[in-house]
């Protein structure tokens, strides 16, 4: 689908994606290691304080089967990370109080370790925290699914002031207000043609606030219709190329090239099936047994526990089991997807949002932890990608797109916030 408002920028857009490829510059760093020991690392997106939250772990503890921790963050020099704030739908009626939970161990994390993290709530903040007397992890949050502020602004404003500085409009499951890709051939489910008055109204409040907007797992409707609405670059926090695995969580390429007129940036999920289209294609073939387990896992929790709901580590105890039966791909598959948005895009749209601690174990080869980071930077300086290039992709691409959404919200501060009142959400527009 094309957006009529930018048909007259095509030409211009055409002409500066022509210069889009990494160059091989003659100042080309001999030593890719110590140019990523120097980058200020950003990963937007790790599924860690489920496993905070339900299993009370804690960040200092070694743990063979967590992507990040303080060790690995260390070791792979990774400088500040958005924990995702992510509710299952099968805790309707208790969103809100399940996310205010999950930011309850984000944050008691920090004050358990003051001297390993810090709570940021801007580009600057991550800055200071990784350029200050001692370094330590900037911890950031992020709300997957905007079912969590349960249609009502003043949720989403109480978000904000917690310190969450995106939310993606949806996760798996269409809202009231927003159209997902996990279930837009679902008949059974009432969509909003992309999204309704009410999602109009509260990516407006984002931009006034200065919360990013994040179109990971939106419809592809949902994700033009985003971009005529927003005022401020969006993200996607965690997505890759539909163009090499053919997902509809990932970006088409005119989604790409859409995204980069906006301002904004596509930060790459690691996933396996998201990066590699014989994965994807083996693990949907196996994907209805899976489910069949899960729920057995499930069933069997509750049995035990008095009718409790299984945490999410139930689920992924038996997604672990069955990524193991497929070969991980290589880890030049998830290389490839940041060179072709590099290429589609422009490098300076480019960044990493992992999906760490959920994903299940189905990482590409190399790719265990975040103590691996500093291999993508090694395998970009192999594809002649310049230090500056590498240092943006690691990170400063998306601090550049964060300052311009705090820009933008400083102009819109003298215009009205969204009724603290719930709204009609599922009024279209």
């Avoid at 110590?34 to 790790?46: E, M, N, R, S």
């Avoid at 997902?180 to 999204?195: A, L, R, V, Y």
């Amino acid at each position: 689908m094309k957006i009529s408002r930018f048909v007259p920028i095509l030409l211009v857009a055409s002409l500066s994606f022509a210069q889009a490829e990494p160059k091989k510059a003659a100042a080309q760093t001999s030593d890719p290691l110590a140019l990523h020991a120097a980058a200020i690392v950003i990963d937007t997106h790790a599924d860690t304080p489920q496993r905070l939250l339900d299993e009370g772990y804690d960040l200092a503890k070694p743990d063979a089967t967590i992507n990040v921790n303080f060790e690995k963050a260390k070791a792979g020099n990774l400088g500040a990370e958005f924990f995702s704030i992510w509710v299952e739908p099968k805790y309707k009626g208790q969103y809100a109080h399940r996310a205010m939970d999950l930011i309850d161990a984000v944050y008691r994390q920090a004050a358990r370790h003051p001297d390993q993290m810090v709570m940021a709530f801007s580009a600057d903040d991550i800055v200071k925290a990784r350029t200050g007397p001692r370094k330590r992890l900037a911890a950031l949050m992020g709300i997957e699914g905007g079912h969590a502020i349960e249609n009502d602004p003043g949720v989403l404003r109480d978000f904000y002031r917690l310190g969450v500085r995106y939310m993606t409009l949806t996760w798996s499951n269409t809202n009231e207000w927003a159209d997902s890709s996990g279930d837009i051939t679902n008949k059974e489910i009432e969509h909003h043609d992309g999204i309704t008055d009410f999602g109009v109204q509260v990516i407006r409040e984002m931009n006034r606030m200065g919360m990013l907007v994040d179109i990971s797992h939106v419809s592809d409707r949902t994700f033009y219709r985003t971009l005529v609405v927003s005022r401020a670059p969006v993200m996607a926090s965690h997505s890759a190329a539909r163009a090499l695995s053919n997902h509809p969580r990932n970006m088409t390429d005119d989604m790409l090239r859409a995204l980069a007129r906006n301002g904004g940036i596509c930060m790459v999920n690691f996933f396996s099936a998201f990066v590699d289209d014989n994965f994807r294609k083996q693990l949907e073939a196996i994907r209805d047994q899976e489910k069949e387990a899960v729920a057995k896992a499930e069933e069997e929790y509750r049995k035990a526990h008095n009718g409790q709901t299984p945490p999410y580590s139930v689920e992924e105890h038996v997604n672990r089991e069955f990524a193991a039966k497929i070969p991980r791909p290589p880890l030049k598959s998830l290389i490839d997807n940041i060179d072709h948005i590099a290429k589609v895009a422009g490098w300076q749209h480019v960044g990493l949002g992992s999906d760490f601690d959920g994903v299940s174990g189905m990482l590409p080869e190399g790719i265990d932890s975040a103590a691996d980071l500093p291999k993508i930077s090694v395998e970009l300086a192999k594809r002649g990608y310049s230090p500056e290039q590498i240092k943006g992709i690691l990170g400063e691409n998306f601090l550049k797109v964060f300052r311009e959404v705090e820009r933008v919200s400083r102009e819109l501060q003298k215009e009205a916030p969204l009724g603290a009142e719930p709204m009609g959400a599922g009024e279209n527009r």
